[in-house]
């Protein structure tokens, strides 16, 4: 997801914090957005804004005359691209706008390791602009017809120790009364 402000204030922190709340408002409606490219121009300068969970990136400020050349191409990769370069999660098809088309029928799922899995419904999502945007999912094996729970959430990968590997131990110690059932693992 991308947005332009178009504004005569000069950059500045009240700016900054306008465009943070801009981001957090499509963090909230795109649940499945893994970052946002904002870009604003105010009194001749056009910046480029880069939101993710982990906090954002501003540009310094070209001038709209002198870069105009850089300024068109910035544009043209902003509608051009593929949704990917925008922050779309490919691995996942769901958003509230979208399942608001559900009767449409828009397909929702996710990819796990490759494997589509049907979303019936959004259980949790952690509305946090900063944090391991967690996503957990009610969802059904096509194959199988089984239903499943699936987590969906940003781990760091120097992380000593993984989710998995945390069931895994639990299971080895014999802790299985009401502990998940780890199906699948998968790091993008």
Known sequence: MSFL???????????????TKIAYAIFIAQ????????M?????????HIFDHAGAVHSHGYNIHCSAHFLICVLWS????????LGYDPTLSFS??????????TELYILVNGKKYIIQCLLFYNAMIRGRVT??????????GKQYVVKD??????QMTTEE???????????????????AAWTV
Do not use: A
């Open 135 to 144: 996503l957990c999912f009610v969802v059904d094996d096509p194959v199988d």
């Open 153 to 158: 959430c940003w781990t760091c990968t120097g």
């Open 40 to 48: 604003t121009i105010s009194n001749q300068l056009f910046r480029i």
């Open 5 to 19: 402000e178009l504004t005569s204030d000069d950059f500045s922190s009240h700016l900054s914090l306008r465009l």
């Open 78 to 85: 902003l509608t051009t691209g593929p949704p990917e370069s």
């Open 96 to 105: 509230t706008i979208i399942s608001r088309m559900r009767r449409l029928r």
């Open 31 to 38: 649940p499945g957005c893994c970052f946002i490219i904002g």
């Open 165 to 183: 590997d945390m069931l895994r131990r639990i299971k080895e110690k014999g802790l299985t009364h009401s502990v998940p059932v780890l199906q």
